[in-house]
Structures are given as structure tokens and as C-alpha cells.
């Protein structure tokens, strides 16, 4: 099946590369699927991000593989970094990818879209810190302005402090998308056995993933019968930039517990306050059966 569902005018793309810990759980198969169904982003490489357990990194390039086949699609995949910052001194194939795809000449800007820790593109930064200004990071991740106790240890900047904080202080161009955000786009079980699950192998394996997830021990946190989807906002927000309101203000530094503290020193990014999940969760579904059920 071809990936493209629709023409768009060639200089509205932009390239994209995904940096995802596909297999911690169950939202980052649905913002793959949703990067690769999109004729505005030119997927130039999927990389593996840890989620700060032994072997994390290697079972989320397995998933990335799965639901490339799945997909029955042919898009570049790299391993990134095995660990946190601070436990992993080698230089992993994706950071490579990075920096190399970063210092192309190419009309098409480049967009680093980070659904995990954000040690992948931290290490890039520090093997060849000009990059900087040739790449968007749009990371899922942080409590954002929300100073104070954290509400609850934030995953993604939890997995790496270290790479939080030096990405935030790079100074590097960066669209954040904070808990109180990404935790919105909320969709119900019953919905996406319904519309997500009948849409061929890889819908599939999306409800299927996601149910395993469900019903194991390490999903004692979740409401049990919807989910968040909470890292399609990256998806989202690459495709259309103002699918949510936003400010601008200081990267908020990231203390070991994942509260956020205010650091005056620290540069000014876009901070996104909402986004539109209707718009979000629909463009998905509908790109979803666009692609496995095109005559109906």
C-alpha cells in the first residue's frame, strides 16, 4: 500500500525524525503510525529511545520493527542510546543519524519529534553542539510552568534529569508539550476497538498492544477502560503548529524528583498550554482508515 493518502504542495513538508521508547507502553505505536500516515512529514528515520531499564532501548527498535512490518513500509530505523546519559559513554547509530541528517543541506527544515526521554538528541548536542540551529525539538515531556511539587514523577524527564536539563538549556529551538498537556488526549478502549482495531494488521496491533499493556501489572496507574494517547501531540503539532496555544517563556529546570523550578538564566521556548485533541485523535483515525480501508 502506498503511504501517501492525499497530495499536499511540496514546500509545506517538513523532514521529521521520530525518537521514540516505543515499547515502555502503549501511546507511542499510535504517534508512530500517525507520523508515517502524514504526507506533510517526510520521515527521514525512527530511532529507539531507553526508558531507563536494562535492554529498553533494544525492545522498543523490536516494536519500532513490528509495526514497520505491519505497515508493510520501508523507513530507516536506528538504535539509540542504551541508557541515561551518565551510563552510556558510546555514540549509538541513531545520535549519529542525528547529527548527520542536522547538517544535510536541505530546504526542508528538520523537526526532531522526542516521545521519551530526551537523551537521544542530549547526546547529539554534546558530540557536535551546532547542530543546535539546525533542528526543531518538539519533546513530550516535564511538568512545563507548573512550579512546585511534582503531581507525580514525569516519565519522560524522569528517565534522563541529566538530558532534560542540558537540552533545555542548550538554547537549541524547542516546542515542549508539559504533563498537564500530553495527559488530555484521552481516548476510550471501546472507541478503539471500534474504529482502530478493524483498520488491517496494523490496527490490530495497536488495540492488541495496547490491551496487553491494560491488563498487566505495570499498568496500575491507568483509569482501565481509556487511555491518553499522550505522545500523538508531537505528531500533531509537527503537522500543524497551532493545533494548540502556547507561550513563550523560560525552560524550566527539572529537579531529580521531576518537579519543574524556575531558572531565570535558562533560554525562552515555546511552551504549549492545550492542544486540540478532537483534531488530533480524528486526523489520526481517519488518516488510520484512509490507508487500510481506502474504498470505504
Known sequence: MSKVLFEIPEN???????????????????????????????VRGIIAEHFNQPGSMERSFDEIRTILDAMDMEVPAFMGQKGPLQE????SEGVKFIINEAKKEDDSPLFVLCQGAITNVAKALREDPGVKDRMIVIWIGTHGTNYGPAPFREFNAGNDVVAANEVLSSRITLWLVPSYVYTTVNIGIAEIKRRIAPCGDIGRHLYENLMTYNLSEGAGWTAGESWSLGDSPAIAIAINPGCGRFEEASAPFVRDDTTSQKKQDNPVIRIYKDVDSRYILEDFISKLSLFTRPNE
Open 12 to 42: 509545506k513538508k517538513i523532514r521529521v525524525i521520530v525518537d521514540t521508547d516505543a515499547a515502555c507502553e502503549a501511546d507511542d505505536p499510535f504517534a508512530i503510525v500517525h507520523a508515517l500516515l502524514s504526507p506533510k512529514l517526510i
Open 88 to 91: 552510556d559513554e558510546d555514540i
